[in-house]
């Protein structure tokens, strides 16, 4: 396997779910072994933020990447993406401290990158394979990789709610570019009403409405449309786990299973990992 990177420069707009506010975002072809790496083009000097598991600083909402006071937030669904299509290699422009949302999943980021063109490059592709058992929890929570010759991805929610409860907390991917691109890069973010009016009063989640999340009453979703999976809350969960353990610095030759898990626990595990050499090896 080859390294991948895409073959044009292209384009898009969007909003920040927590700003609010409109982001130009900028997709463009990077060398060999550059990996993926964003650049904040209303700074001066239009600095540099690699995608790294040891730059995120804030997993509050979403996962958030910070280097040197440059920062750039909510950099997990479109990390899922690039996971997603195996892209090794892209730098990614972006002209605010938050990602665009879109429609709240990781669909319109694939179209884009598709749109682009994925392009083999000359330099083989590296992979980082767990060799043993390494596991992190938090209260009831937990996350781990077992070594697996393949990259599959397991996860359990356990949120009481009626429309959740119906319709499954439990889901697994194994995973190929068809397999993201037709089971999980629709799937879209999630909130309850009551949490996201506590958010907004707090100046978060302010570019957040019924186009770019599904929303929950206590009893109901609110989205006209219904939902695009009949479990589409875990298989979102997934979705963002794909991009958060994509900052690990390379595509995974791992089984993950989590139960709980989120943006802090997830990077807790990458960390982890990372923290003993005895734990993985690079593989070409
Ligand atoms: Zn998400």
Do not use: C
Request: aromatic share 8%.
């Amino acid at each position: 396997m080859k390294q991948k990177t895409i073959k044009s420069a292209i384009t898009s707009k969007g909003i920040g779910l927590h700003s609010g506010k409109e982001v130009t975002l900028s997709f463009l072809p990077a060398p060999v072994n550059h990996g993926v790496v964003f650049q904040r083009t209303d700074m001066p000097n239009q600095p540099f933020v690699p995608a790294i598991g040891e730059l995120v600083h804030d997993t509050m909402m979403s996962s958030n990447l910070t280097k040197d006071g440059a920062s750039v937030g909510t950099v997990e669904h479109l990390l899922s993406a690039i996971a997603g299509l195996e892209i090794d290699n892209l730098i990614v422009q972006v002209s605010a401290a938050e990602m665009p949302i879109m429609d709240g999943s990781a669909a319109e980021f694939v179209k884009l990158l598709l749109k682009a063109g994925i392009e083999e490059q000359t330099t083989n592709k590296k992979y980082l394979r767990i060799k043993k058992l390494v596991r992190v929890e938090e209260a009831d929570k937990w996350a781990q990789f077992t070594p697996l010759d393949g990259y599959e991805l397991h996860f359990e929610i356990d949120f009481n709610h009626p429309a959740i409860n119906k319709t499954g907390q439990k889901a697994s991917l194994v995973m190929t570019p068809e397999n993201y691109i037709n089971q999980l890069s629709q799937a879209r973010t999630f909130g309850f009403l009551k949490d996201i009016e506590l958010l907004k009063q707090n100046n978060l989640a302010l570019g957040g409405n019924l186009d770019n999340a599904i929303v929950l009453t206590d009893d109901e979703i609110m989205n006209k449309e219904g939902l695009r999976f009949d479990d589409e809350f875990v298989r979102h969960k997934i979705l963002d786990a794909v991009g958060d353990l994509f900052l690990i610095g390379y595509p995974l030759k791992a089984k993950f299973e989590a139960y709980k898990s989120g943006h802090g626990l997830n990077n807790k595990l990458v960390r982890a990992v990372l923290a003993d050499p005895d734990n993985y090896e690079i593989i070409e």
